[in-house]
Nanobody, 127 residues
Framework: QVQLVESGGGSVQAGGSLRLSCKAS????????MGWFRQAPGKGREGVAR????????YFGDSVRGRFTISRDNAEKTINLQMNNLKPEDAGIYYC????????????????????WGQGIQVTVSS
């Protein structure tokens, strides 16, 4: 079955950086758009970034554009999220996710378009 396992979370001060990784297994990884979402306490799941199945096209949420980058390695079945200049509002649980449908391009950055999720990893940003 599909498995997504995140790593790399932790605590940083505002202005710092973290790199999240997600290892996928159980399906043909290169067929699907992959994404990162986050959820802060009391809030809904927010799309942070997505990347097309071939790695050629990234998409970013407005709140992280210019600070975060996303990449994937289809040979290793991994997806990475480099987070720079972190702000307290970036804190939350970050989830790796697989798009619901096979496609090169990505669907909109809403959780309903993604059907497989990692367990989540905590990111804390102190001011």
């Amino acid at each position: 079955q599909v498995q997504l396992v995140e790593s790399g979370g932790g605590s940083v001060q505002a202005g710092g950086s973290l790199r999240l990784s997600c290892k996928a297994s159980g399906y043909i990884y290169s067929n699907y758009c992959m994404g990162w979402f986050r959820q802060a306490p009391g809030k809904g799941r927010e799309g942070v970034a997505r990347i097309s199945s071939d790695g050629g096209t990234p998409y970013f949420g407005d709140s992280v554009r210019g600070r975060f980058t996303i990449s994937r390695d289809n040979a290793e079945k991994t997806i990475n999220l480099q987070m720079n200049n972190l702000k307290p509002e970036d804190a939350g649980i970050y989830y790796c996710a697989r798009a619901r449908r096979i496609s090169v391009s990505c669907p909109p950055g809403e959780a309903s378009f993604f059907d497989s999720w990692g367990q989540g990893i905590q990111v804390t940003v102190s001011s």
